[in-house]
């Protein structure tokens, strides 16, 4: 099974830099997902790892060690509508299943 | 593409109903999952099929809960008899295993609200 672990809530400033961690255990490891998801709304793919490393995409990062069972995201120059919920959510190998963390929430203040 | 379409939006009902929601994915995705979303338990993944068979559903809660995919297109979720704790939002995802990337992202549906009275 799989234990996914992420802080509950985090605060922010308008224009800074955020790192939201993510532990995970599982049986077999077959990829990390991070998904945005704001109030009243579905969550939305954000990255993917599955090699231990960093993948940038824009203003946001996504790195992994799998030997740590670890993740982070890293949102750069925070906006207000980065607001919101973000999901850290494992598959497990040889199945195409995710399970999710249970999201931490982002305030952005100006 | 429209994306993930899921309906109802919203769905009220009493205690004891039967409710079924429905999920159409995007077209070309071979596996459609269904989701339960509450603030106390997160999103949990209930079931998910691979080309139509159902392939995990040991999330699903109990047998009041039953899901089908008759056809690629189509999906449903029932729940028969319904009860106040099954009150939350049911996303549909679907998701095309992209070899070549290793990756299968998921796209989610808008999700249905439902509230059992």
């Known amino acids: 099974g799989q234990n996914i672990d992420q802080p509950t809530e985090m605060t922010a400033t308008e224009g800074a830099i955020v790192q939201i961690n993510c532990t995970y255990q599982?049986?077999?490891?077959?990829?990390l997902f991070w998904y945005q998801q704001h109030a009243g709304e579905a969550p939305t793919f954000l990255s993917y790892?599955?090699?231990?490393g960093l993948e940038e995409k824009g203003r946001f990062s996504s790195f992994l060690s799998r030997s740590k069972g670890y993740s982070y995201l890293l949102l750069k120059e925070l906006q207000m509508k980065d607001s919101a919920s973000y999901l850290c959510?494992?598959?497990?190998?040889?199945?195409?299943?995710?399970?999710f963390g249970a999201g931490t929430r982002l305030t952005v203040k100006p | 593409d429209a994306g993930v379409i899921q309906s109802p939006r919203h769905e009220v009902t009493e205690m004891g109903q039967e409710v079924t929601l429905r999920c159409k994915p995007i077209s070309g995705h071979d596996y459609l999952f269904w989701y339960r979303q509450t603030m106390m338990r997160g999103l949990e993944l209930l079931i998910y099929f691979n080309n139509n068979v159902p392939i995990d559903d040991s999330g699903m809660p109990e047998d009041r809960f039953s899901a089908k995919m008759p056809n690629a297109s189509f999906s449903t979720l029932k729940i028969q008899p319904s009860e106040p704790r099954d009150s939350a939002v049911y996303f549909c995802?679907?998701?095309?295993?992209?070899?070549?990337?290793?990756?299968?992202?998921?796209?989610f549906g808008p999700g249905t609200r439902l509230t059992v009275l």
């Open positions: 599982t049986s077999g490891f077959n990829g």
């Open positions: 959510a494992v598959r497990e190998y040889n199945n195409n299943d995710m399970r």
């Open positions: 790892n599955v090699l231990d």
């Open positions: 995802a679907s998701s095309l295993l992209e070899a070549s990337r290793g990756t299968d992202t998921q796209y």
